[in-house]
């Protein structure tokens, strides 16, 4: 069973078009992640989901749009889609963060899904 | 920006050498991490180190924190093959404890 489930893995698309990227965790976590991974392997965070309540919201265009149903899915839609935009999407999770100094926060990654805009 | 610099870029040893790889991070940090990637597939956590901690070992790794300077060494003993793939460090800190990767060190075995 995957623990970290990401539809689609490849997603080929023309500029100006609306998509979408789900996910989805088995992992009973109550925090969700979108990260970002540039052509030169730059992972970089976008948002972050606790409970269905948005925690992290990055310095990102307004043009993506997470949603958080429920704790075990986080899916991201992207409106208008630019040439930059091709990337590696990553959903991740992790149990609520670890309160304290030393906050443990391991996370659990999907295999990624692939957006080329043409 | 990216809070973490990783330093090789790009390793390449032999089969049973060991891989040395540095990280260095700007600001406090509550723990530091490492994470591996093979090519074409997600992250996966390996390690991590308490701000408290100086050095920790798990298996075949080895990781070293200076929070003084503001780094941290993951060393892989007696490589093999299968290690090949990207490693990046990952610091959490501020008030919501989020991730903040590195720029990776691509290291290649070479059989």
């Known amino acids: 069973d995957t623990a970290v489930s990401q539809t689609p893995k490849y997603l080929v698309t023309q500029m100006g078009n609306d998509k979408s990227i789900k996910c989805e965790q088995n992992l009973g976590h109550d925090t969700m992640y979108w990260y970002k991974q540039d052509s030169k392997k730059f992972l970089k965070i976008m948002f972050s989901y606790n409970n269905k309540e948005l925690i992290i919201n990055e310095t990102v265009p307004n043009r993506f749009s997470p949603k958080s149903p429920d704790k075990a899915h986080l899916n991201l839609h992207i409106n208008s889609l630019e040439l930059g935009d091709s990337a590696v999407y990553f959903c991740a999770s992790s149990p609520t963060p670890g309160q304290g100094v030393f906050g443990a926060n391991v996370l659990t990654f999907g295999a990624g899904s692939r957006l080329t805009v043409l | 920006s990216q809070q973490g610099e990783e330093d090789p870029q790009a390793l390449s040893i032999q089969e049973g050498e060991n891989a040395t790889m540095n990280c260095s991070y700007k600001?406090?940090?509550?723990?530091l991490q490492w994470y591996r990637q093979n090519s074409g597939r997600g992250l996966v956590h390996l390690i991590l180190?308490?701000?408290?901690?100086r050095e920790k070992h798990s298996g075949r790794l080895r990781v070293t924190l200076d929070t003084s300077k503001k780094s941290s060494s993951l060393l892989i003993t007696a490589s093999r093959a299968a290690d090949t793939a990207s490693y990046f460090c990952a610091t959490v800190g501020g008030a919501t404890n989020k991730l903040i990767f590195g720029t990776g060190t691509l290291l290649a075995v070479q059989p």
């Open positions: 600001t406090s940090i509550n723990n």
């Open positions: 180190i308490r701000s408290n901690e």
